[in-house]
């Protein structure tokens, strides 16, 4: 249990609150707005699962529970973290026993926010708890979520009703249920129906329906293990053995089935279910990661760079001291690293952007231009073309003593950034101050699980942004497995990846980590389709098989 941040005597109320708020099915995407919002606000947090305690915590932004010093005491960080699947004994808590937790906290006046998989109202447990908090007098309020009764087969393709289908009729298999009743055609969706579902299908075609009728089993809908078996009432005890599917799982029964194969969106996704690295700085996974999750993937960031100060800072001093004294014609930003280590010198000097006021500013490219934007300042070059140094350079004008008063040029960088900008700018007259900025240090190596993923290719993919973080992974996780799809951001990586004997399949046209992205989606694409024209089953590079491949080399050295 972690302790969390309390109220004071003046904020607190006399009484509790609880917000019993619905989760959704498992994609933490599906959670409302109101339901963040109460996250944001609580006290107390009563989880149902594990999955939920790493729900509030990545949602919140909180570190992981720091183990306290012998003679420190922990700080309070978020809302207290309380278990309320299973209690002190290590045992699953009935729904009275979870229900004595909830009005417990809220009987300490806090406000507690009840956190409930799907939705608190549908097949959950939701009206036994918020009878037990108005017994107690404490007040209460619902807050809806998606249920996985309409998430899961929406996520599978599979709508539940249709202008021909209107009629829809949830079961659980649970409890002991007359399948005669269910002998029409209407849409049956059924809940914890995988260990019995060839009884099940055996009593629905003694009842009278066709043994051809389409069944489609979903497990862990919504979230990217997602997998889904397509079959007849006839087959699918047969089939859901062979998938060895395993609940939690949502069952349809019905023609509705049959939509599956045109409308299927979130199984078909270029990128489903693929592991991808991400080797990065933490600051610069995000954003790749976001769009890596967009398109199917699960992405795994693994720091490879720590950005740090440079190890004599009065380089750097004098610089900013000579921006603002107007020793310079231009800056040129080379990246989001060197716009963020000035601003936080202009920060440390008690400056703003206004400094800048007569000075031209040169980037790259857009991103590291987005970054100056959102320091409120324009950037007067962006290469409209390649953007990258030799981009910035083949548009950067030369001296001219009538129209440029002064002929020096502040050039913020990193330590290891390459001569070429520097010497390109002479040859265009200008004097150029090359500036440590900042420092790129290699960071320490993942863990071992990690580093054995690696190597032995679970990672489907790995994407390089740069030279620097393909040395870097080498270097502290060692080389990705030969089966693992590598992508890189530009020729220079390119050549870099090469040169650690690693082979690359796909390069972004552009330097541009969305279009990176983009490029392994469209390799990821043309590779599920070339599957599915071939009649094979669709595979992640992961799931290869060594065998096969050692049986068609032997098979090549006979010949």
């Known amino acids: 249990m972690t302790r969390g941040k309390t109220t004071t005597n003046e904020t607190a109320p006399t009484r509790g609150w609880v917000s019993f708020v619905g989760s959704g099915p498992g994609d933490p995407e599906l959670l409302t707005v109101r339901a963040v919002d109460l996250l944001r606000q609580a006290d107390v947090v009563v989880t149902e699962s594990p999955e939920h305690v790493d729900l509030v915590r990545t949602l919140l932004g909180l570190p992981e529970p720091a183990v306290p010093d012998a003679d420190e005491a922990a700080t309070p960080v978020g809302p207290e973290l309380v278990d309320g699947g299973f209690g002190e004994d290590g045992q699953p808590l009935t729904h009275a026993a979870r229900a004595k937790v909830v009005v417990k906290q809220a009987k300490r006046g806090r406000r507690v926010v009840r956190l409930i998989g799907g939705d608190p109202f549908v097949y959950a447990c939701?009206?036994?708890?918020?009878?037990?908090?108005?017994?107690?007098?404490?007040?209460?309020?619902?807050?809806?979520?998606?249920?996985?009764?309409?998430?899961?087969?929406?996520?599978?393709?599979?709508?539940?009703?249709?202008?021909?289908?209107?009629?829809?009729?949830?079961?659980?298999?649970?409890?002991?249920?007359?399948?005669?009743?269910?002998?029409?055609?209407?849409?049956?969706?059924?809940?914890?129906?995988?260990?019995?579902?060839?009884?099940?299908?055996?009593?629905?075609?003694?009842?009278?329906?066709?043994?051809?009728?389409?069944?489609?089993?979903?497990?862990?809908?919504?979230?990217?293990?997602?997998?889904?078996?397509?079959?007849?009432?006839?087959?699918?005890?047969?089939?859901?053995?062979?998938?060895?599917?395993?609940?939690?799982?949502?069952?349809?029964?019905?023609?509705?089935?049959?939509?599956?194969?045109?409308?299927?969106?979130?199984?078909?996704?270029?990128?489903?279910?693929?592991?991808?690295?991400?080797?990065?700085?933490?600051?610069?996974?995000?954003?790749?990661?976001?769009?890596?999750?967009?398109?199917?993937?699960?992405?795994?960031?693994?720091?490879?760079?720590?950005?740090?100060?440079?190890?004599?800072?009065?380089?750097?001093?004098?610089?900013?001291?000579?921006?603002?004294?107007?020793?310079?014609?231009?800056?040129?930003?080379?990246?989001?690293?060197?716009?963020?280590?000035?601003?936080?010198?202009?920060?440390?000097?008690?400056?703003?952007?206004?400094?800048?006021?007569?000075?031209?500013?040169?980037?790259?490219?857009?991103?590291?231009?987005?970054?100056?934007?959102?320091?409120?300042?324009?950037?007067?070059?962006?290469?409209?073309?390649?953007?990258?140094?030799?981009?910035?350079?083949?548009?950067?004008?030369?001296?001219?003593?009538?129209?440029?008063?002064?002929?020096?040029?502040?050039?913020?960088?990193?330590?290891?950034?390459?001569?070429?900008l520097v010497a390109g700018l002479v040859d265009l007259g200008w004097e150029c101050d090359d500036v440590t900025a900042y420092r790129t240090v290699r960071a320490a190596p993942p863990p071992a699980p990690t580093r054995d993923a690696i190597k032995t290719g679970k990672f489907d993919a790995v994407v390089f942004t740069s030279s620097s973080t393909v040395r870097n992974l080498v270097g502290i996780a060692g080389k990705p497995h030969p089966s693992t799809i590598i992508a890189v951001i530009g020729p220079a990586t390119a050549k870099t990846a090469e040169e650690h004997g690693l082979r690359v399949d796909v390069m972004a046209p552009k330097p541009d980590v969305d279009v990176l992205v983009d490029a392994l989606a469209d390799f990821g694409a043309a590779r599920r389709a070339a599957m599915v024209e071939a009649g094979q089953p669709v595979t992640k590079p992961s799931e290869r098989k060594p065998a096969s491949r050692r049986r068609a080399s032997e098979a090549k050295a006979s010949l």
């Open 126 to 420: 939701g009206p036994e708890e918020a009878q037990a908090c108005a017994k107690a007098g404490i007040g209460f309020e619902i807050v809806p979520g998606v249920s996985s009764v309409s998430a899961v087969p929406a996520y599978a393709g599979v709508p539940l009703t249709t202008k021909d289908h209107r009629e829809v009729t949830v079961v659980t298999c649970g409890d002991k249920v007359d399948w005669k009743r269910y002998a029409d055609d209407r849409t049956l969706v059924l809940l914890s129906a995988v260990g019995a579902i060839g009884e099940i299908s055996k009593q629905l075609v003694a009842a009278g329906r066709s043994p051809q009728t389409p069944v489609a089993m979903t497990r862990v809908g919504t979230t990217t293990h997602q997998a889904t078996v397509t079959s007849t009432l006839e087959h699918i005890a047969a089939d859901a053995r062979a998938a060895r599917m395993a609940p939690p799982a949502v069952t349809v029964v019905g023609d509705v089935v049959d939509l599956r194969q045109t409308l299927s969106w979130f199984e078909t996704k270029p990128l489903f279910g693929w592991r991808v690295l991400v080797p990065r700085t933490k600051e610069q996974a995000a954003s790749l990661s976001v769009r890596l999750r967009g398109y199917g993937a699960v992405p795994e960031e693994v720091p490879t760079i720590s950005v740090e100060p440079p190890r004599n800072p009065q380089q750097m001093d004098k610089a900013v001291r000579g921006l603002v004294e107007g020793r310079y014609e231009w800056i040129a930003f080379t990246s989001v690293n060197a716009v963020k280590a000035v601003r936080e010198k202009f920060e440390e000097y008690g400056l703003d952007a206004r400094a800048f006021s007569g000075l031209k500013i040169a980037a790259v490219g857009e991103k590291t231009a987005a970054s100056i934007a959102a320091w409120g300042l324009r950037a007067d070059l962006v290469p409209s073309g390649e953007q990258s140094a030799a981009g910035l350079l083949a548009e950067w004008p030369e001296y001219d003593e009538v129209l440029d008063p002064i002929n020096r040029v502040f050039l913020p960088r990193a330590d290891i950034a390459t001569e070429n």
